[in-house]
């Protein structure tokens, strides 16, 4: 059972910058494909990016493309969304999430955290 923490939410101001962790335990880091999903208030859960076992493959929404890159470190089981040039509309909790392979869809993902909100003021 893999287990995931994120951290690194908080407030900021539109044009700002926050990164994200999310830190794996429970299971061989290297054999999960991980991404990161939002949802804002009101609203479905949306794919924000995916990064394969390796990372050597990364892709990330069109919403957020230019703005967010995400990155993994296996030897610290942490996988990362750096945040910059933050929106409004990018208020949201945001989970990471585990799956054997790279995935954009919240259906094929095996593990998720709980999540931490990220608010971006005007």
């Known amino acids: 059972q893999v287990q995931l923490v994120e951290s690194g939410g908080g407030l900021v101001q539109a044009g700002g910058s926050l990164r994200l962790s999310c830190a794996a335990s429970g299971g061989t880091f290297g054999s999960y494909a991980m991404g990161w999903f939002r949802q804002a208030p009101g609203k479905g859960r949306e794919f924000v990016a995916t990064?394969?076992?390796?990372?050597?493959?990364?892709y990330v929404a069109d919403s957020v493309k230019g703005r967010f890159t995400i990155s993994r470190d296996n030897a610290k089981n942490t996988v990362y969304l750096q945040m910059n040039s933050l929106k409004p509309e990018d208020t949201a909790v945001y989970y990471c999430?585990?799956?054997?392979?790279?995935?954009?869809?919240?259906?094929?993902?095996?593990?998720w955290g709980k999540g931490t909100l990220v608010t971006v003021s005007v």
């Open positions: 990064i394969s076992r390796s990372g050597g493959l990364t």
């Open positions: 999430a585990a799956a054997p392979f790279s995935f954009r869809a919240a259906s094929a993902v095996d593990y």
